[in-house]
């Protein structure tokens, strides 16, 4: 799943995270919403997942009686092939409902004698001959016990067969099943997605199962160790397309509908299924060893070449994987789509990876590069995973951070491939690294890998997608490939792909294939590893010059706080220095942004002055490069967020306005008064972070110079004279300083945008008035879906909280109109 990006719905809305703690970050809202369940907060594929707490654990209850009270499947019985037909309506039925129907037949292999059959079913209305739910069959010379009776069971989600006599080890049956469910707009599992195109409301098909919604479309066996081969056929109208896994093997038309069947898929995890039904269009092209990649899209997308971008970038990731890992890409087809409504960033489905129009499609206009970057690592990340926990998959959810956590370390290499100008490997420091390193810092973090047995409800399953199995599990891997050294890792990733294919595994099966390629390190691979992924947090190196001796402990920001799980073992790290030297050129810019990171976090935890870490800032009006820049900033943003309304503030404002001034001042030179962009990647940002500071700060003729351009587009709402790289800081700028009419004037932009990436700016800086009024209306607005879309809801209310007016308007609408966010 998308990493960055992925708040499950599954996940559930209850992290609302307030957390004012004491010197990291002063808000952070997140309300995701589930209805199915109370159950978590947490991502996403791609992607990718934002919130630290420990996964929901639930209240010690008696130990469950029966089998169906267990929220793990019995080891009696495995999938071995599916045959689904899913027929999903796109027009609403006589009582207003969107629905699907289906059918499926499962064939079960005994592995165990039982008289029992459980499997995975959710909201879906089951109907069966003799008033049972299913029919059972034997295969070959297996006879089937009569089934005794049915029943389901809602708390766990299960179909529970009794039968009038035992099935028999080492024979197969068949289950077969009829059902309907409602093709809603929930985001989860067999879906209904809307849009206009042309002034007609249309509806698309499609579909997210992880991590357990793929029982909320047919019967199944919903568990990633559970792998089967699933034959699929759907029914649809005659002027749809039908996609799915595989390529389309059959179609045929009739009247009134059209019948597409694919050919088999790879044994696979069920979460990884994916179909869709629409009129979107395509564009393809075909590797040199036949492999067939097409990008969809809404037909007007496509005919604006929004999917080029993507369709020509994918085919060298892919080609960079396969060397990258020595293994050939496993499927016939690649298929890429962009969907309306999407609640992850992306989402790995083998062979139909599905993404929000934001991290597919780019314009060759009016895109920025930000978006370009974010299209070029979604797209690496998902495809990390076509091999890496796809081809071999985690066993059970509590490992999660193999999967996420690698495809978040190496969409970097992928995207540096693709990119190489880029200097992508440098990007993981900000995006992962220093990320995490803030949340993995706080009592409420968890280790990466827990116990089986701590996760089994749904609830527990989504809250391991957070920002510690993606950005974390990233970090840790990339620290891994660098000590064994990335030839090494490589070659175990290799050997470890090879030897699991189609199979599942646990996080030791890695380390032991790295082992195996002959690295000669002090310790072996478990023993350095095992105290990374077994225990939370990260530790505080202490050195005395003076005596050569050295101290460690648990960094925690909040030195008072109670940790629930203690580390009990030895951490691993480096000793950092707490100032940068003058010429702080002097130093690589990564060892640059690192001292400025770990100067603040360790006066947060007050280990140092806060004036020491702000002498580490002290070169900054020197300092010309982007990745410095961003992670002071980052860090300022905490004092100009805790100080806003102090006395404090102006002597900050004022420092700020003397380190940011001579960056202003350079890229006014190098653009030739702000005329051109620069040349390179990360010279871009940086241009970014120059005018948006020096607007914040005051610095002259930077709050004139937006109101110019935002008023020219105002005067002309059909040509923006605005670069891309530059919109979302002079819509917010000028947002934050305007007042009613630019507001508004933005609003509607908003509500015409046809460019998703374009609509997402705009909304953002929505947020950004400093009117309360118009905070509160716009804090209602995200209640309707005609007006912010479901998908977009919860980070709408984010950005309403980051602003330091909005923060406690956010918090009373939160409060006050919970219950209606969490049904709906």
């Known amino acids: 799943m998308g990493k960055v990006y992925y708040v499950s719905r599954n996940v559930g809305l209850g992290m609302l995270v307030l957390a004012v703690t004491a010197l990291v970050t002063i808000i952070a809202l997140s309300v995701a919403y589930d209805k199915a369940r109370a159950e978590n907060g947490g991502e996403p594929g791609d992607a990718a997942a934002s919130g630290t707490s420990a996964p929901a654990r639930s209240p010690t209850p008696s130990a469950p009686e029966e089998p169906w009270d267990h929220y ?470 202490t050195i005395d010059t003076r005596t050569g001796s050295i101290t460690q402990k648990h960094f925690l920001l909040d030195p008072n706080s109670v940790v629930n799980e203690p580390s009990h073992s030895m951490y691993l790290t480096e000793g950092t220095r707490s100032r940068v030297p003058s010429n702080g050129s002097a130093l690589p810019v990564i060892n640059r942004a690192q001292i400025i990171d770990d100067a603040f976090n360790l006066a947060r935890a007050k280990l140092i002055n806060i004036t020491l870490a702000l002498k580490t800032t002290k070169y900054l009006s020197k300092e010309r490069l982007y990745i410095p820049w961003k992670t002071a900033l980052i860090n300022f943003n905490y004092f100009i967020l805790m100080f806003d309304r102090t006395e404090v503030y102006g002597a900050l404002q004022t420092y700020l306005k003397k380190q940011i001034q001579p960056l202003f001042e350079h890229f006014r030179t190098i653009t030739a008064n702000w005329t051109n962009i620069p040349s390179g990647h990360n010279d871009q940002y940086n241009q970014i972070n120059a005018i948006a500071v020096a607007c914040s700060m005051g610095v002259q003729g930077c709050r004139e110079l937006i109101k110019s351009w935002y008023s020219k587009w105002m005067e002309n709402p059909h040509h923006n004279p605005i670069h891309p790289n530059l919109k979302s800081t002079v819509y917010c700028t000028a947002i934050a300083f305007g007042g009613v009419e630019e507001w508004d004037f933005a609003w509607r932009m908003f509500k015409n945008a046809t460019l998703a990436s374009e609509a997402s700016r705009l909304r953002a800086a929505l947020a950004c008035t400093k009117a309360p009024w118009l905070l509160n209306r716009y804090l209602e607005y995200t209640l309707d879906p005609t007006k912010i879309r479901k998908q977009d809801a919860t980070s709408t209310i984010g950005y309403i909280a980051k602003n330091t007016v909005g923060m406690p308007l956010t918090w009373n609408f939160v409060r006050a109109r919970w219950k209606y966010l969490f049904e709906e």
């Open 72 to 541: 793990r499947l019995p080891d009696a019985l495995l999938p071995v092939t599916y045959n689904v037909t899913l027929w999903p309506r796109l027009k609403p039925d006589a009582s207003g409902l969107y629905v699907f129907t289906g059918r499926s037949a499962v064939v079960i292999r005994c592995v165990k004698e039982t008289d029992l059959i459980i499997i995975h079913s959710n909201k879906l209305n089951l109907t069966g001959p003799h008033g049972h739910h299913a029919a059972l069959s034997g295969l070959g010379e297996a006879i089937a016990p009569a089934i005794q009776r049915s029943w389901l069971v809602v708390e766990t989600q299960y179909l529970v067969i009794q039968l009038h006599g035992r099935l028999a080890a080492g024979a197969s049956y068949v289950l077969s099943t009829e059902f309907k469910g409602e093709l809603a707009d929930d985001l989860e599992g067999f879906y209904r997605s809307e849009y206009t195109e042309g002034g007609v409301t249309k509806v698309v098909a499609t579909s997210q199962m992880q991590a357990t919604y793929a029982r909320k479309t047919f019967p199944c066996f919903d568990e990633p160790a559970m792998k089967a081969v699933f034959n699929i056929t759907v029914i649809h109208e005659p002027n749809t397309i039908a996609l799915s896994n595989g390529t389309k093997d059959d179609l045929i038309d009739g009247e009134p509908v059209r019948v597409t069947t694919f050919e088999p898929t790879m044994r696979m995890s069920s979460y990884l299924l994916a179909f869709i039904v629409s009129d979107f269009d395509s564009i393809k092209s075909t590797m040199n060893n036949g492999l067939l990649i097409r990008i969809w899209a809404r037909r007007k997308a496509i005919e604006d070449k929004q999917g080029n971008y993507a369709l020509n970038i994918t085919g060298s990731i892919l080609q960079f994987y396969e060397s990258y890992y020595n293994a050939t890409y496993p499927l016939s087809k690649s298929d890429q789509i962009a969907l309306p409504d999407f609640h992850a960033g992306a989402m790995e489905n083998w062979g139909l990876i599905t993404y929000r129009e934001t991290a597919l499609l780019f314009d060759p206009i009016m895109s920025s590069t930000g978006n370009k970057e974010r299209i070029t690592t979604v797209i690496s990340h998902e495809l990390a995973h076509m091999w890496f926990g796809n081809l071999v998959t985690m066993k059970w959810w509590n490992d999660l951070w193999l999967n996420e956590g690698f495809a978040s370390y190496v969409e970097y290499l992928g995207a540096d491939h693709a990119e190489p100008t880029w200097s992508m490997k440098d990007q993981i420091i900000l995006h992962e690294v220093h990320k995490v390193f803030a949340m993995d810092s706080l009592a409420s973090s968890h280790p990466l890998s827990r116990g089986e047995e701590e996760v089994n409800t749904p609830a527990q399953i989504s809250g391991m997608f957070n920002s510690i199995s993606y950005s974390k599990g990233a970090a840790v891997l990339r620290m891994l490939s660098e000590f064994l050294t990335e030839p090494v890792f490589a070659k175990g990733l290799s050997s470890y792909l090879n030897m699991f294919a189609y199979s599942n595994t646990v996080y030791r099966d890695l380390w032991d294939h790295l082992q195996q390629v002959g690295v000669h390190i002090p310790h072996t691979v478990h023993d350095i590893m095992n105290r990374w992924v077994l225990q939370m947090g990260f530790p505080v190196v």
